[in-house]
């Protein structure tokens, strides 16, 4: 015999089963939220707060929905619904780098777009970070991206925990699938570079070469900073405590780094409208025409890896290369407290490769 169903107290809201047909979640759960005078007839206005796989999943969201009231309507927003009103309220306070990291983590979660964001649990996005491919750093982010979402969902009642707080990003913490291993510029690249050294963008990437400085680096070097008399180039890094040293100007590129002086703007390397050029937009525009046009095949830090194999070639003393590069990790104590070279010892390091 089946058991009875218990009587709900007046006001408290209604579970049945909507058909005999099969179907996923048969029962339908509604709630009389007040009445609406239409002519002289007072009619219920009824919301579906949602439906249940049995009849008893149905009396417990009566019971959390009269225990805290939301709007139904937003635990139906969508993921991607969500992505929409949080980015249009966050984009404006975020830099153009965080902005377009998150929108590729994003990119990775269309498995989930059309999901509301109210049925979303650990194991769903967890999925997404698995089988993301993304590395450890990028998943950081990611996790940062969902965090960020689930308290603009908490605070509009959409959803009422954050189920981000428990991915696993750790698991991946030494893994990298979309780590490729950097390539030097063999000497016959090099000397194709130099075959076109009256290219402007091609002069950069030598000049990326020969000091062995990031893309990062270079691109926010001000004149104010460069020494062309002294041949060298106060670099303001922020990588590394290290980051922040003295970078020697190699002769073979002084004529590329002295006519840049010349030009206008506040930066060494400016953007066509004499500002700081941004590091998406150097390589879209200005790296990957010149590796296409030259047949190659690298990343601006290549560059840096080039330099300091030039350097060991050349027999260069391990301390000075470390002090070109802003290397820390492999000083032992004695050579972190030396910390003074004399420019000149930099510049005849950088001379010979």
């Given at each position: 015999?089946?058991?009875?169903?218990?009587?709900?107290?007046?006001?408290?809201?209604?579970?049945?089963?909507?058909?005999?047909?099969?179907?996923?979640?048969?029962?339908?759960?509604?709630?009389?939220?007040?009445?609406?005078?239409?002519?002289?007839?007072?009619?219920?206005?009824?919301?579906?707060?949602?439906?249940?796989?049995?009849?008893?999943?149905?009396?417990?969201?009566?019971?959390?929905?009269?225990?805290?009231?939301?709007?139904?309507?937003?635990?139906?927003?969508?993921?991607?619904?969500?992505?929409?009103?949080?980015?249009?309220?966050?984009?404006?306070?975020?830099?153009?780098?965080?902005?377009?990291?998150?929108?590729?983590?994003?990119?990775?979660?269309?498995?989930?777009?059309?999901?509301?964001?109210?049925k979303l649990r650990t194991k769903d996005l967890q999925?997404?970070?698995?089988?993301?491919?993304?590395?450890?750093?990028?998943?950081?982010?990611?996790?940062?991206?969902?965090?960020?979402?689930?308290?603009?969902?908490?605070?509009?009642?959409?959803?009422?925990?954050?189920?981000?707080?428990?991915?696993?990003?750790?698991?991946?913490?030494?893994?990298?699938?979309?780590?490729?291993?950097?390539?030097?510029?063999?000497?016959?690249?090099?000397?194709?570079?130099?075959?076109?050294?009256?290219?402007?963008?091609?002069?950069?990437?030598?000049?990326?070469?020969?000091?062995?400085?990031?893309?990062?680096?270079?691109?926010?070097?001000?004149?104010?900073?460069?020494?062309?008399?002294?041949?060298?180039?106060?670099?303001?890094?922020?990588?590394?405590?290290?980051?922040e040293r003295i970078v020697p100007i190699a002769e073979?590129?002084?004529?590329?780094?002295?006519?840049?002086?010349?030009?206008?703007?506040?930066?060494?390397?400016?953007?066509?409208?004499?500002?700081?050029?941004?590091?998406?937009?150097?390589?879209?525009?200005?790296?990957?025409?010149?590796?296409?046009?030259?047949?190659?095949?690298?990343?601006?830090?290549?560059?840096?890896?080039?330099?300091?194999?030039?350097?060991?070639?050349?027999?260069?003393?391990?301390?000075?290369?470390?002090?070109?590069?802003?290397?820390?990790?492999?000083?032992?104590?004695?050579?972190?407290?030396?910390?003074?070279?004399?420019?000149?010892?930099?510049?005849?390091?950088?001379?010979?490769?």
């Amino acid at each position: 015999m089946p058991r009875k169903k218990m009587k709900l107290p007046n006001g408290y809201g209604t579970v049945f089963r909507i058909d005999k047909r099969k179907r996923r979640r048969p029962f339908v759960v509604k709630k009389t939220i007040g009445w609406d005078l239409i002519g002289d007839k007072a009619v219920q206005n009824v919301i579906v707060i949602g439906y249940a796989k049995t009849y008893e999943e149905g009396i417990k969201m009566l019971e959390e929905y009269n225990l805290s009231p939301y709007d139904v309507s937003e635990r139906k927003t969508t993921f991607a619904e969500v992505w929409e009103r949080w980015s249009e309220e966050h984009f404006p306070e975020l830099s153009n780098s965080t902005i377009a990291g998150y929108k590729a983590c994003y990119k990775t979660c269309s498995k989930i777009y059309n999901i509301p964001m109210s049925k979303l649990r650990t194991k769903d996005l967890q999925r997404v970070i698995d089988e993301s491919g993304k590395n450890a750093p990028t998943l950081k982010r990611f996790k940062s991206l969902l965090h960020s979402m689930y308290k603009y969902a908490l605070r509009y009642d959409i959803v009422d925990k954050d189920y981000s707080r428990l991915i696993n990003v750790q698991k991946h913490k030494n893994k990298n699938p979309n780590q490729r291993g950097h390539t030097i510029f063999t000497n016959e690249e090099i000397k194709r570079l130099w075959d076109n050294q009256f290219d402007a963008d091609v002069q950069v990437v030598l000049m990326l070469i020969y000091t062995g400085v990031r893309i990062g680096e270079m691109l926010s070097i001000k004149k104010e900073d460069v020494h062309l008399n002294d041949r060298y180039i106060e670099i303001h890094g922020t990588k590394t405590e290290n980051a922040e040293r003295i970078v020697p100007i190699a002769e073979k590129i002084y004529p590329f780094v002295y006519a840049r002086m010349e030009e206008d703007g506040e930066y060494l390397i400016n953007n066509t409208l004499s500002t700081r050029a941004k590091i998406d937009n150097y390589r879209r525009t200005r790296w990957m025409p010149v590796m296409k046009n030259l047949d190659m095949n690298h990343t601006p830090h290549d560059t840096r890896h080039t330099c300091a194999s030039m350097l060991a070639n050349a027999d260069t003393n391990p301390l000075v290369t470390k002090k070109i590069l802003g290397h820390s990790g492999a000083m032992d104590l004695t050579e972190k407290v030396y910390t003074h070279l004399d420019v000149s010892i930099l510049i005849d390091a950088i001379n010979k490769i």
